[in-house]
């Protein structure tokens, strides 16, 4: 308005209708004055106006009549410029509001005439609208009379003119009606009016109305008049009317303007009075009408129906059952059912689709939904209406594939859509087809048996956009698209469940939280007053009525939609129209879950489960409920609604290909795309709506496992699944498409068991109660073949129990119970091994689950988790064990530190392995073990380390696998540790524990039981790991033994002082005592026979071959452990009262080890025997280290006093007394140095002796068994009798000595055997002892050490060793013999070492060295000694030189060389000692038998009778010639000038000797053999030189001496100069040529014969030499001058020699001197 009204507006308002005037006035000029009079009058009038008035507007309308009269008289002209120039000049008067109601009258009728003259009817049109929308002025009769005009211009014979005028109709009922609503707004604060008198059947009655209202209500009571063909009251001059028009108005007016109608009683009463009787009479041919009967039984034909007309008043219906539902709740329920009706399968397809059309727009109104539900299926005796509709529309659908749709006889498309025509039809009428592209695009469809019927994209969700129902235009019925009116009575389906799901859950959900905050107001105490209280209980009556209401419409409508939903679910061929109807079913099966509503909530259930599974598939859960429900039949009101049965034939993509899980696969079964799509929404069902499935998880479950199965998802670590081979059978094939949704498969699944924590309490026992049930089923599946069993249930047991860890309590006990009790013992390995997998999974998150409180605080919680651990132990299954104890490792990894309580069960689990149950159980377990002891003991109570100790034990005894066994052993060695460093602690909390059990038991009257009682409980946790370790230490397998030996000893030998001192008895004789009785006996009875390896491919040494030859090592451990206990706990072990017994049995184990006939065992029993001696010092405590040593077996051996290999002499320099102070500064010191007690010494010397001599004994038979004691052992052996001396010597007696004499000589004797004897023997060049050899002659040394400083009683035994000494001289020549046994020489045996295994010979030690170590040590020991009585007595000098006789004799043929040299340098230096001392008691004839020995003695060793080998050299010669000059030498020093003293026969012994070794004694003849003795030039020119010294010298005591001399001087002469003749000859002869060797020596020997022969006559007195002496020695003077052209250069240098001495011949001659006188 401000537009028109503002001075712009009006000036130019004003100039336009003056320029309107003048141009009318123009028009008119010539043909018509008046017009143009009055235009001109017009012009002056507007003028004036304007002039006059400030308000031009209102003076304008007040004068209106008077401006429009020009125009109305131009109009009146009829011609068509001047008219249309007038109407237009009208319009903008009107649409300036300035014209007035009598105006507006006189307008209309001018207008009427031109309608009536047919003149510029648009022009009319527009005139009449501008009128009626600018303003209200036209009232009653005028506003008739221009609708009227409109509807006349509506049926005009120009299309266009019809067209406007019908639109121009339309605009105008609509303007009357928005009056009505514009004056009810105006009038609404005023009071309202009185009610107008009810059941007024007088339709003129409207006095009540306002102007507005009533031209309203006077124009829709005409429209239904001319509806109904009757006459009408208002609209006065109408000719003729359609109904379709009329229709199209009442619905317009219905639906644009409900308030009119629901506010006025009168327009009410029309509604119901007119209208509805009107639809139903006009609905009659429609129901009447059966398709294709063409004869009636009524006589009169019937009507057909009529498309526009029945497509108009279903439109009519739809808006009244929309707008006016309350108003008209019986007619609506009339309509309903006509529209019900409409569907039937014999009405016309276009009639169906406009029917399906009309229930649509009913459909996407839940709340009106609601209200049918209340209004009509809630009330007794009335039309199932809601339920009717579902049904219908169910049945609808069923009749559309059942029966082929013929659309419409003129055009019928082909059933599958396959032929051109059809589909470029449907292709053309329904814009939602798609185009047909680049050849046929796939159409989304249903398909069922042979049906095909496209869907089509009828409308968008949730809005019923009709196609048919809109067009208006159409006379003809169109022709329906096939699957038109599926698609719509599909989406009706969806709407419908849309809307109702929506609603009620909405309200559901509001009643929910208005209950909360209720419930919350009311637990606030004073505030709730009455009134809340009040508002409480309405509105849970309120929440009951609801219920009642939302109950009713689903079980009105859950039959008919499941039965329509399946059979679309069945024949859908599209994944849109498939996820509609999957959701459709899934919020309802949720709604009804909510609703609590069971059997429809199944059924739901069972649709989603079947369509996820292949057709036909056997799955009892599903088709015991549809049996179930199949049995129901829902017959309503004549429909029955059947549950069709899915079709075989599946035209959907096959997506999977996989085997069914049942007991005897039949081939296999496909997935296709839809069985997915239906898995899905099944999860999604159990996903979001858990907590309302209840029993109904056991079919959800049920389905998934089965698709999980034929997908081939199998599940994985925690139970998640993931894709996995199929087993067996035909594999598994999966398409590209299904195998990228497989992980969304199978997290969708996970997702669906994590929620389960979200649920509550019930509903968690519902979800595991069918897990343990269809696990059972899965079981029974499995027994009784080797099958992979389906164990999809397992897996979703662990995911539950994993997601509910907080609230664990309230299912452990199921759960663990199923898996314990069924899953872990099935026979089949697979099933078994999920069972434990998901058992052990839950143990471990329930252990480190952080529960409230936690653990540590709650032990019930955790015994409770950790009880199903141990309760595996009972289950023989070795898969079922190995996850036992992975489980147990892990724990510990993670919670060691917090076990406590639990510990006892956890060891147990470990402990519980038993031998025979594999290697890699064993391995695991022990791991576990291992763990504990590496990391939990200090945090396990105390009372658990005597189970860890049998457990530890346990495993050692294992035979399974021996590094398990061994490593055993170091566990507990190293528990023993930690016994130690926390002993304190160890034994407060053990004597705590022991006081509370010790207290139990008295108040219960019994006594307290435990192993090895009366000790401390300290002690006895000890003693139990002794224990366990001497078991183990008599083990079959010597590796086992050993480490376990020296384990035992290490600990007790480390750890054993925190012992109290009583348990040591304990420790002696129950633990070590009874270990060496066992390990005895086993070894004397072990198996000698040969082992080929040990287990796999490792090789035995030959040392450890047979079971006797392992067993000997254990022995050896065994004892050597013991005695070293006994000798570094001695002061402990003294105090206790039988420490002789201990000593007795332990000297009896010694002694029956040593005499065992193994080289091992007795050479160890003898190194145990030093040990307990203290021959070695043990090593001090302070000393030891830290980790047990290996007992090294080879102690060193201190020998006597002389070797201090040690460092120190085995006289123990510290005592224990300072050793127990430095170890334990709390313990007085015991000083119990040595042995005290004489009784142990003589105890030790009489085992040694048994020892020695049973060793020694040579055997009685020899064969290759024999034993032969071995080197080593008899070292040892002979090495411990010097210390043992030491204790007893006191009390030692000439008897014992014999009895040592034999032992030593026996073990001397002892061969060794040849395999051996390159280690033990030195090559026999070298000179060198044996050790054994040299024990012997250090125990004869400490013995005659001992003799010297001991008593004169003690010195009567020198004899006895020098004999002792002497028989082991002489095994230089005469090696000794053991026994019968054959003993070849060293030198014979070399070659065998060759032959590898030749069998053992025995060979003879190389004696050599020992005898003459033995000799060397005669001979000081005689220089020692000689005077001495008991020597000179005893002869010992005479048994020396007799012993000596015997390599002397033998010379060259001695074994060794040496052997000879050094027996004449020991009888030089004996006889030098012996000879005087033998002077001295010549008188007593004490050596009168010793002389003509000696003599003997010289005799052979000067001329011996053996050769000199051929190798010898010129300077051994030499050597071994000045010994024979030494040997002389001695005669002519010690013996010749005490002639006096010595007997005479002896002195001509000497002498005849002299003479035979001199030059003289050589006969004339010189052949081979003598010239070895010519060639000892030195020795004759001594033997010559001493003789003659004796011959001359003055103190010849027989002249028959000297004659002999002289005898000999003139032969020798004699001889020299024949030799020298024959010399001279010779060399004369031979010319250049040399003369032979021996000729030339021999003439050299002459002449160095006769040198010394001068020097001789020189240096005695002149006296004693015979004058023809001289003369025969100056003859030979020319002869020797001949010699000198002899051409020899060392006869040369001899010749020199032997003329020199001649000088002194040379005298002036003297007077010739006659007869002797001068």
Same mark, same amino acid.
């Given at each position: 308005?401000?537009?028109?009204?503002?001075? #712009? =507006?009006?000036?130019?308002?004003?100039? /336009? &209708?003056?320029?309107? @005037?003048?141009?009318? %006035? +123009? !028009?008119?000029? *010539?043909?018509?004055?008046?017009?143009?009079?009055?235009?001109?009058?017009?012009?002056?009038?507007?003028?004036?106006?304007?002039?006059?008035?400030?308000?031009?507007?209102?003076?304008?309308?007040?004068?209106?009549?008077?401006?429009?009269?020009?125009?109305?008289?131009?109009?009146?002209?009829?011609?068509?410029?001047?008219?249309?120039?007038?109407?237009?000049?009208?319009?903008?008067?009107?649409?300036?509001?300035?014209?007035? #109601? =009598?105006?507006?009258?006189?307008?209309? /009728? &001018?207008?009427?005439? @031109?309608?009536?003259? %047919? +003149? !510029?009817?648009? *022009?009319?049109?527009?005139?009449?609208?501008?009128?009626?929308?600018?303003?209200?002025?036209?009232?009653?009769?005028?506003?008739?009379?221009?609708?009227?005009?409109?509807?006349?211009?509506?049926?005009?014979?120009?299309?266009?003119?019809?067209?406007?005028?019908?639109?121009?109709?339309?605009?105008?009922?609509?303007?009357?009606?928005?009056?009505?609503?514009?004056?009810?707004?105006?009038?609404?604060?005023?009071?309202?009016?009185? =009610?107008?008198?009810?059941?007024?059947? /007088?339709?003129?009655?409207?006095?009540?109305?306002?102007?507005?209202?009533?031209?309203?209500?006077?124009?829709?009571?005409?429209?239904?008049?001319?509806?109904?063909?009757?006459?009408?009251?208002?609209?006065?001059?109408?000719?003729?009317?359609?109904?379709?028009?009329?229709?199209?108005?009442?619905?317009?007016?219905?639906?644009?303007?409900?308030?009119?109608?629901?506010?006025?009683?009168?327009?009410?009463?029309?509604?119901?009075?007119?209208?509805?009787?009107?639809?139903?009479?006009?609905?009659?041919?429609?129901?009447?009408?059966?398709?294709?009967?063409?004869?009636?039984?009524?006589?009169?034909?019937?009507?057909?129906?009529?498309?526009?007309?029945?497509?108009?008043?279903?439109?009519?219906?739809?808006?009244?059952?929309?707008?006016?539902?309350?108003?008209?709740?019986?007619?609506?329920?009339?309509?309903?059912?006509?529209?019900?009706?409409?569907?039937?399968?014999?009405?016309?397809?276009?009639?169906?689709?406009?029917?399906?059309?009309?229930?649509?727009?009913?459909?996407?109104?839940?709340?009106?939904?609601?209200?049918?539900?209340?209004?009509?299926?809630?009330?007794?005796?009335?039309?199932?209406?809601?339920?009717?509709?579902?049904?219908?529309?169910?049945?609808?659908?069923?009749?559309?594939?059942?029966?082929?749709?013929?659309?419409?006889?003129?055009?019928?498309?082909?059933?599958?859509?396959?032929?051109?025509?059809?589909?470029?039809?449907?292709?053309?009428?329904?814009?939602?087809?798609?185009?047909?592209?680049?050849?046929?695009?796939?159409?989304?469809?249903?398909?069922?048996?042979?049906?095909?019927?496209?869907?089509?994209?009828?409308?968008?969700?949730?809005?019923?956009?009709?196609?048919?129902?809109?067009?208006?235009?159409?006379?003809?019925?169109?022709?329906?698209?096939?699957?038109?009116?599926?698609?719509?009575?599909?989406?009706?389906?969806?709407?419908?469940?849309?809307?109702?799901?929506?609603?009620?859950?909405?309200?559901?959900?509001?009643?929910?939280?208005?209950?909360?905050?209720?419930?919350?107001?009311?637990?606030?105490?004073?505030?709730?007053?009455?009134?809340?209280?009040?508002?409480?209980?309405?509105?849970?009556?309120?929440?009951?009525?609801?219920?009642?209401?939302?109950?009713?419409?689903?079980?009105?409508?859950?039959?008919?939609?499941?039965?329509?939903?399946?059979?679309?679910?069945?024949?859908?061929?599209?994944?849109?129209?498939?996820?509609?109807?999957?959701?459709?079913?899934?919020?309802?099966?949720?709604?009804?879950?909510?609703?609590?509503?069971?059997?429809?909530?199944?059924?739901?259930?069972?649709?989603?489960?079947?369509?996820?599974?292949?057709?036909?598939?056997?799955?009892?859960?599903?088709?015991?409920?549809?049996?179930?429900?199949?049995?129901?039949?829902?017959?309503?009101?004549?429909?029955?609604?059947?549950?069709?049965?899915?079709?075989?034939?599946?035209?959907?993509?096959?997506?999977?290909?996989?085997?069914?899980?049942?007991?005897?696969?039949?081939?296999?079964?496909?997935?296709?795309?839809?069985?997915?799509?239906?898995?899905?929404?099944?999860?999604?069902?159990?996903?979001?709506?858990?907590?309302?499935?209840?029993?109904?998880?056991?079919?959800?479950?049920?389905?998934?496992?089965?698709?999980?199965?034929?997908?081939?998802?199998?599940?994985?670590?925690?139970?998640?699944?993931?894709?996995?081979?199929?087993?067996?059978?035909?594999?598994?094939?999966?398409?590209?498409?299904?195998?990228?949704?497989?992980?969304?498969?199978?997290?969708?699944?996970?997702?669906?068991?994590?929620?389960?924590?979200?649920?509550?309490?019930?509903?968690?026992?519902?979800?595991?109660?069918?897990?343990?049930?269809?696990?059972?089923?899965?079981?029974?599946?499995?027994?009784?073949?080797?099958?992979?069993?389906?164990?999809?249930?397992?897996?979703?047991?662990?995911?539950?129990?994993?997601?509910?860890?907080?609230?664990?309590?309230?299912?452990?006990?199921?759960?663990?119970?199923?898996?314990?009790?069924?899953?872990?013992?099935?026979?089949?390995?697979?099933?078994?091994?999920?069972?434990?997998?998901?058992?052990?999974?839950?143990?471990?998150?329930?252990?480190?689950?952080?529960?409230?409180?936690?653990?540590?605080?709650?032990?019930?919680?955790?015994?409770?988790?950790?009880?199903?651990?141990?309760?595996?132990?009972?289950?023989?299954?070795?898969?079922?064990?190995?996850?036992?104890?992975?489980?147990?490792?892990?724990?510990?990894?993670?919670?060691?530190?917090?076990?406590?309580?639990?510990?006892?069960?956890?060891?147990?689990?470990?402990?519980?392995?038993?031998?025979?149950?594999?290697?890699?159980?064993?391995?695991?377990?022990?791991?576990?073990?291992?763990?504990?002891?590496?990391?939990?003991?200090?945090?396990?109570?105390?009372?658990?380390?005597?189970?860890?100790?049998?457990?530890?034990?346990?495993?050692?005894?294992?035979?399974?696998?021996?590094?398990?066994?061994?490593?055993?052993?170091?566990?507990?060695?190293?528990?023993?540790?930690?016994?130690?460093?926390?002993?304190?602690?160890?034994?407060?909390?053990?004597?705590?524990?022991?006081?509370?059990?010790?207290?139990?038991?008295?108040?219960?009257?019994?006594?307290?039981?435990?192993?090895?009682?009366?000790?401390?409980?300290?002690?006895?946790?000890?003693?139990?790991?002794?224990?366990?370790?001497?078991?183990?230490?008599?083990?079959?397998?010597?590796?086992?033994?050993?480490?376990?030996?020296?384990?035992?000893?290490?600990?007790?030998?480390?750890?054993?002082?925190?012992?109290?001192?009583?348990?040591?008895?304990?420790?002696?004789?129950?633990?070590?005592?009874?270990?060496?009785?066992?390990?005895?006996?086993?070894?004397?009875?072990?198996?000698?026979?040969?082992?080929?390896?040990?287990?796999?491919?490792?090789?035995?040494?030959?040392?450890?071959?047979?079971?006797?030859?392992?067993?000997?090592?254990?022995?050896?451990?065994?004892?050597?452990?013991?005695?070293?206990?006994?000798?570094?706990?001695?002061?402990?072990?003294?105090?206790?009262?039988?420490?002789?017994?201990?000593?007795?049995?332990?000297?009896?184990?010694?002694?029956?080890?040593?005499?065992?006939?193994?080289?091992?065992?007795?050479?160890?029993?003898?190194?145990?025997?030093?040990?307990?001696?203290?021959?070695?010092?043990?090593?001090?405590?302070?000393?030891?280290?830290?980790?047990?040593?290996?007992?090294?077996?080879?102690?060193?051996?201190?020998?006597?006093?002389?070797?201090?290999?040690?460092?120190?002499?085995?006289?123990?320099?510290?005592?224990?007394?300072?050793?127990?102070?430095?170890?334990?500064?709390?313990?007085?010191?015991?000083?119990?140095?040595?042995?005290?007690?004489?009784?142990?010494?003589?105890?030790?010397?009489?085992?040694?002796?048994?020892?020695?001599?049973?060793?020694?004994?040579?055997?009685?038979?020899?064969?290759?068994?024999?034993?032969?004691?071995?080197?080593?052992?008899?070292?040892?052996?002979?090495?411990?009798?010097?210390?043992?001396?030491?204790?007893?010597?006191?009390?030692?007696?000439?008897?014992?000595?014999?009895?040592?004499?034999?032992?030593?000589?026996?073990?001397?004797?002892?061969?060794?055997?040849?395999?051996?004897?390159?280690?033990?023997?030195?090559?026999?060049?070298?000179?060198?002892?044996?050790?054994?050899?040299?024990?012997?002659?250090?125990?004869?040394?400490?013995?005659?050490?001992?003799?010297?400083?001991?008593?004169?009683?003690?010195?009567?035994?020198?004899?006895?060793?020098?004999?002792?000494?002497?028989?082991?001289?002489?095994?230089?020549?005469?090696?000794?013999?053991?026994?019968?046994?054959?003993?070849?020489?060293?030198?014979?045996?070399?070659?065998?070492?060759?032959?590898?295994?030749?069998?053992?010979?025995?060979?003879?030690?190389?004696?050599?060295?020992?005898?003459?170590?033995?000799?060397?040590?005669?001979?000081?020991?005689?220089?020692?000694?000689?005077?001495?009585?008991?020597?000179?007595?005893?002869?010992?000098?005479?048994?020396?030189?007799?012993?000596?006789?015997?390599?002397?004799?033998?010379?060259?043929?001695?074994?060794?060389?040496?052997?000879?040299?050094?027996?004449?340098?020991?009888?030089?230096?004996?006889?030098?000692?012996?000879?005087?001392?033998?002077?001295?008691?010549?008188?007593?004839?004490?050596?009168?038998?010793?002389?003509?020995?000696?003599?003997?003695?010289?005799?052979?060793?000067?001329?011996?009778?053996?050769?000199?080998?051929?190798?010898?050299?010129?300077?051994?010669?030499?050597?071994?010639?000045?010994?024979?000059?030494?040997?002389?030498?001695?005669?002519?020093?010690?013996?010749?000038?005490?002639?006096?003293?010595?007997?005479?026969?002896?002195?001509?012994?000497?002498?005849?000797?002299?003479?035979?070794?001199?030059?003289?004694?050589?006969?004339?003849?010189?052949?081979?053999?003598?010239?070895?003795?010519?060639?000892?030039?030195?020795?004759?020119?001594?033997?010559?030189?001493?003789?003659?010294?004796?011959?001359?010298?003055?103190?010849?005591?027989?002249?028959?001496?000297?004659?002999?001399?002289?005898?000999?001087?003139?032969?020798?002469?004699?001889?020299?100069?024949?030799?020298?003749?024959?010399?001279?000859?010779?060399?004369?002869?031979?010319?250049?040529?040399?003369?032979?060797?021996?000729?030339?020596?021999?003439?050299?020997?002459?002449?160095?014969?006769?040198?010394?022969?001068?020097?001789?006559?020189?240096?005695?007195?002149?006296?004693?030499?015979?004058?023809?002496?001289?003369?025969?020695?100056?003859?030979?003077?020319?002869?020797?001058?001949?010699?000198?052209?002899?051409?020899?250069?060392?006869?040369?240098?001899?010749?020199?020699?032997?003329?020199?001495?001649?000088?002194?011949?040379?005298?002036?001659?003297?007077?010739?001197?006659?007869?002797?006188?001068?």
């Amino acid at each position: 308005m401000a537009g028109t009204s503002s001075p #712009e =507006a009006v000036k130019k308002l004003l100039e /336009n &209708m003056q320029g309107d @005037l003048r141009g009318l %006035s +123009l !028009e008119c000029r *010539k043909k018509f004055p008046p017009v143009k009079e009055a235009a001109e009058s017009g012009i002056i009038k507007v003028k004036t106006i304007a002039a006059r008035n400030t308000d031009i507007l209102a003076a304008l309308k007040e004068n209106s009549s008077e401006v429009v009269q020009p125009f109305l008289m131009g109009c009146g002209t009829k011609e068509p410029k001047i008219t249309q120039l007038c109407l237009a000049a009208i319009q903008r008067l009107m649409s300036h509001e300035v014209v007035s #109601e =009598a105006a507006a009258g006189n307008i209309i /009728n &001018m207008l009427w005439q @031109l309608m009536e003259n %047919s +003149l !510029e009817e648009l *022009k009319l049109l527009q005139t009449v609208l501008v009128l009626l929308t600018t303003n209200t002025v036209v009232h009653d009769e005028a506003l008739s009379k221009a609708i009227v005009l409109c509807f006349r211009l509506h049926f005009t014979k120009d299309n266009i003119t019809n067209n406007t005028a019908a639109a121009t109709v339309r605009q105008v009922v609509t303007v009357v009606f928005e009056r009505v609503v514009a004056e009810d707004e105006r009038y609404k604060d005023a009071v309202d009016q009185p =009610a107008a008198v009810q059941g007024n059947s /007088n339709r003129r009655s409207v006095s009540t109305l306002k102007p507005c209202a009533k031209d309203a209500y006077m124009l829709f009571q005409d429209l239904c008049q001319l509806v109904n063909a009757d006459a009408p009251y208002w609209l006065v001059g109408m000719t003729e009317m359609t109904r379709t028009f009329g229709l199209e108005l009442l619905e317009s007016v219905l639906n644009d303007f409900p308030q009119v109608f629901l506010q006025h009683q009168e327009f009410s009463f029309l509604l119901k009075e007119r209208v509805c009787p009107l639809v139903i009479k006009l609905f009659s041919p429609n129901i009447k009408f059966r398709q294709g009967s063409t004869t009636s039984s009524s006589p009169a034909p019937v009507e057909k129906p009529y498309f526009p007309i029945c497509m108009r008043l279903l439109r009519v219906v739809s808006v009244l059952i929309k707008q006016f539902y309350s108003l008209l709740v019986t007619e609506c329920e009339i309509f309903l059912s006509l529209l019900v009706k409409f569907l039937d399968a014999d009405k016309p397809q276009w009639l169906r689709a406009v029917a399906v059309e009309s229930i649509h727009r009913l459909c996407v109104q839940p709340q009106l939904l609601r209200s049918f539900c209340q209004s009509y299926d809630m009330k007794q005796h009335s039309t199932k209406v809601f339920r009717d509709i579902v049904n219908a529309l169910g049945s609808f659908i069923q009749s559309l594939f059942l029966v082929p749709s013929t659309g419409n006889t003129s055009a019928t498309p082909n059933q599958t859509g396959s032929n051109a025509s059809g589909n470029t039809a449907s292709a053309q009428t329904n814009p939602g087809v798609l185009g047909m592209g680049g050849g046929a695009t796939v159409l989304p469809a249903f398909e069922y048996r042979g049906t095909w019927i496209p869907i089509l994209n009828v409308t968008v969700q949730g809005s019923a956009k009709a196609t048919y129902l809109e067009m208006l235009d159409k006379v003809e019925p169109p022709t329906i698209p096939e699957g038109y009116a599926m698609s719509v009575a599909f989406h009706c389906l969806l709407d419908l469940v849309r809307g109702i799901t929506t609603m009620i859950e909405g309200e559901l959900g509001e009643a929910e939280t208005v209950i909360q905050t209720s419930t919350e107001a009311t637990s606030l105490p004073a505030q709730s007053s009455e009134q809340d209280l009040q508002s409480v209980s309405d509105q849970s009556e309120k929440e009951l009525v609801n219920r009642a209401v939302w109950e009713e419409m689903v079980n009105a409508c859950w039959c008919g939609l499941l039965a329509a939903l399946s059979l679309l679910l069945d024949a859908s061929t599209d994944e849109a129209a498939t996820e509609n109807i999957l959701k459709a079913e899934l919020t309802m099966a949720a709604l009804c879950g909510r609703l609590g509503l069971v059997t429809s909530r199944d059924a739901f259930i069972t649709a989603i489960c079947k369509g996820s599974l292949p057709p036909h598939y056997a799955l009892t859960v599903l088709n015991s409920t549809t049996a179930a429900l199949s049995s129901k039949s829902y017959s309503i009101q004549g429909q029955n609604v059947q549950m069709i049965s899915p079709s075989s034939e599946s035209h959907q993509q096959v997506v999977a290909v996989g085997q069914p899980l049942a007991l005897q696969p039949q081939g296999t079964v496909m997935l296709t795309s839809k069985n997915i799509q239906c898995m899905r929404t099944l999860l999604n069902l159990a996903h979001f709506h858990g907590a309302v499935l209840g029993t109904s998880w056991q079919l959800v479950l049920a389905t998934l496992q089965h698709l999980v199965w034929i997908l081939g998802l199998k599940p994985s670590v925690g139970g998640a699944l993931k894709p996995g081979r199929a087993v067996e059978g035909p594999s598994t094939v999966l398409t590209t498409a299904v195998m990228t949704d497989l992980p969304s498969i199978s997290s969708m699944i996970s997702k669906l068991f994590e929620n389960s924590q979200y649920l509550d309490d019930v509903s968690l026992h519902h979800l595991i109660n069918a897990l343990c049930s269809l696990s059972l089923e899965a079981m029974d599946m499995a027994y009784g073949n080797n099958k992979e069993p389906s164990l999809f249930a397992v897996a979703k047991l662990l995911e539950t129990g994993l997601v509910n860890m907080r609230r664990i309590e309230i299912l452990w006990r199921p759960l663990t119970g199923h898996l314990l009790e069924k899953v872990c013992q099935h026979p089949n390995s697979r099933m078994r091994e999920w069972g434990a997998e998901a058992l052990t999974s839950l143990i471990k998150a329930g252990l480190t689950f952080r529960h409230d409180p936690p653990l540590s605080q709650n032990q019930r919680l955790q015994l409770l988790l950790l009880n199903p651990l141990k309760e595996l132990s009972n289950i023989s299954h070795p898969d079922i064990r190995i996850k036992q104890l992975e489980c147990v490792l892990q724990i510990l990894q993670s919670q060691g530190d917090s076990l406590g309580p639990g510990w006892p069960l956890v060891l147990g689990v470990m402990g519980a392995i038993q031998s025979d149950q594999g290697e890699s159980l064993i391995r695991t377990a022990f791991q576990c073990l291992q763990l504990v002891v590496t990391d939990f003991l200090p945090t396990m109570p105390c009372t658990c380390l005597q189970i860890v100790v049998e457990v530890a034990g346990s495993f050692g005894l294992h035979n399974q696998e021996l590094n398990i066994s061994l490593t055993s052993i170091g566990l507990l060695w190293n528990i023993s540790d930690y016994f130690f460093q926390r002993g304190e602690i160890i034994e407060k909390e053990l004597n705590k524990e022991e006081a509370v059990l010790q207290k139990q038991a008295e108040e219960k009257g019994v006594m307290l039981n435990r192993p090895f009682h009366p000790a401390s409980p300290f002690d006895c946790l000890w003693l139990c790991l002794y224990a366990k370790l001497g078991e183990l230490c008599v083990d079959p397998r010597p590796a086992v033994r050993k480490s376990a030996g020296q384990t035992l000893f290490s600990t007790i030998g480390a750890h054993g002082t925190l012992l109290q001192h009583s348990t040591w008895h304990t420790v002696i004789w129950k633990v070590l005592f009874h270990l060496l009785d066992r390990v005895r006996e086993s070894s004397t009875t072990a198996d000698k026979e040969k082992i080929e390896s040990g287990g796999g491919n490792i090789l035995i040494h030959h040392s450890r071959d047979t079971a006797e030859k392992q067993w000997a090592e254990t022995w050896v451990l065994t004892l050597a452990g013991v005695a070293r206990i006994f000798n570094t706990r001695r002061y402990l072990l003294q105090p206790l009262g039988d420490f002789s017994q201990a000593w007795d049995v332990l000297l009896d184990h010694i002694q029956s080890a040593a005499l065992s006939k193994n080289n091992e065992v007795s050479l160890a029993a003898l190194k145990s025997f030093q040990e307990i001696l203290q021959i070695v010092s043990p090593v001090r405590d302070s000393e030891k280290p830290e980790t047990p040593p290996a007992i090294n077996v080879s102690v060193p051996l201190v020998v006597g006093t002389t070797a201090t290999s040690l460092g120190r002499s085995f006289m123990r320099t510290d005592s224990i007394g300072e050793r127990i102070g430095r170890y334990n500064g709390s313990e007085p010191p015991v000083i119990t140095d040595e042995i005290e007690d004489l009784n142990l010494w003589w105890a030790a010397w009489n085992s040694w002796y048994r020892i020695g001599s049973e060793s020694t004994r040579p055997p009685i038979t020899c064969d290759k068994l024999t034993f032969i004691p071995s080197q080593p052992f008899l070292t040892a052996l002979i090495q411990i009798f010097p210390a043992l001396y030491q204790h007893i010597k006191t009390g030692f007696s000439m008897d014992d000595l014999q009895k040592l004499g034999v032992i030593l000589h026996g073990a001397v004797s002892v061969p060794i055997s040849s395999d051996a004897s390159p280690f033990i023997l030195p090559s026999y060049t070298e000179a060198v002892l044996t050790s054994l050899q040299e024990a012997v002659l250090t125990a004869l040394d400490v013995l005659q050490k001992a003799i010297c400083v001991g008593s004169e009683g003690m010195q009567i035994m020198y004899p006895a060793i020098f004999d002792q000494l002497l028989a082991f001289v002489e095994f230089s020549c005469k090696p000794p013999q053991y026994g019968q046994l054959e003993t070849k020489h060293i030198a014979n045996a070399k070659y065998n070492q060759i032959q590898l295994f030749a069998p053992a010979e025995w060979v003879a030690l190389n004696y050599v060295p020992f005898a003459e170590r033995s000799l060397e040590v005669v001979v000081d020991l005689y220089q020692k000694t000689a005077c001495h009585k008991a020597v000179v007595t005893e002869k010992v000098l005479q048994n020396i030189i007799k012993t000596l006789r015997i390599p002397l004799s033998l010379k060259y043929s001695c074994p060794s060389e040496s052997t000879w040299k050094l027996a004449v340098s020991s009888l030089l230096k004996v006889l030098s000692i012996g000879l005087p001392v033998a002077r001295q008691h010549a008188s007593s004839g004490k050596f009168d038998s010793m002389w003509p020995e000696l003599a003997n003695t010289f005799e052979d060793f000067l001329f011996t009778k053996s050769t000199p080998p051929d190798n010898l050299s010129i300077q051994e010669f030499q050597k071994n010639e000045s010994i024979d000059v030494e040997v002389v030498q001695l005669i002519s020093t010690e013996i010749l000038p005490y002639a006096n003293f010595i007997p005479k026969e002896f002195v001509g012994q000497i002498m005849t000797m002299l003479n035979k070794g001199s030059i003289h004694s050589q006969s004339s003849s010189f052949t081979e053999a003598e010239i070895d003795i010519r060639m000892r030039e030195e020795f004759s020119k001594v033997c010559f030189e001493t003789l003659l010294q004796f011959s001359f010298s003055n103190k010849v005591t027989t002249p028959q001496e000297g004659y002999i001399s002289r005898m000999a001087l003139s032969v020798l002469l004699k001889r020299s100069q024949d030799v020298l003749h024959r010399y001279i000859e010779d060399e004369r002869l031979s010319g250049k040529c040399p003369l032979p060797r021996q000729q030339v020596t021999e003439i050299i020997f002459v002449l160095k014969a006769v040198s010394t022969l001068i020097d001789s006559l020189k240096k005695t007195q002149p006296e004693n030499v015979d004058s023809s002496t001289w003369a025969q020695v100056i003859a030979l003077y020319p002869t020797l001058v001949e010699c000198i052209t002899c051409s020899s250069s060392e006869v040369c240098s001899a010749l020199k020699e032997a003329l020199v001495p001649f000088k002194d011949f040379m005298h002036p001659p003297a007077a010739k001197v006659q007869n002797g006188e001068s």
